[in-house]
């Protein structure tokens, strides 16, 4: 999948490249200016740790994956300085190839504001506008109250517990929304 630029109400979503993802994981200066926004002091997400963000640029760069796409969350509102909140992206589902995993994750300080739900729910006409794409998988613990919420204000319906496998991670629960929903 080709990422795009998505804009939302208060979010530019920058499409992650080769390059960004280089600057997020040795030159957050540079991350910086590439994404024309300031970068908190305490970017990434506990989510996003090295081992991830290796693992993103791998993708990105090899092409390994090709329902691959990740997007930097800007906010950009009037009067305020832009300034990096989140991230969110795809991957292929392994058992499946018309399912896409979706996962996401917003700062601490900048949780509980909606940006989560308002970035995802720019990322799915996006990612259904790939025709090989007929359902977005998604899974979080149940004790993430607030991801779940994204999930269900987003048109995600939960399927239950998911086992260990293809990417999931045991003893959290999964949500899916199918094209057309």
Known sequence: MTAQPIRTRRLDLIPATGEILSADLSDH?????????EVP??????????????????????????????WYWVLDEPGA????????????????P?????????????????????????MIPTIFSDSRISRILATTFPEFRASIRVLEKTGFVCTGPTLAGDGLEEGTLGFVLERGA
Request: charged residues 25%; hydrophobic residues 40%; glycine residues 8%.
């Open 29 to 37: 200066k540079r991350l910086s200016r590439l994404l024309e926004a």
């Open 41 to 70: 002091a305490a970017w990434p997400p506990a989510e996003m740790n090295r081992e991830v963000l290796t693992e993103f640029f791998r993708m990105e760069t090899e092409k390994t994956d090709p329902l691959f796409a990740c």
């Open 98 to 122: 018309e399912t896409v995993l979706i996962g996401y994750s917003v700062l601490e300080a900048f949780q509980n504001r909606g940006y989560a739900t308002e970035a995802v729910q720019g």
């Open 81 to 96: 300085n832009r300034v990096l909140v989140g991230s969110g992206g795809t991957g292929s589902a392994i058992s499946d």
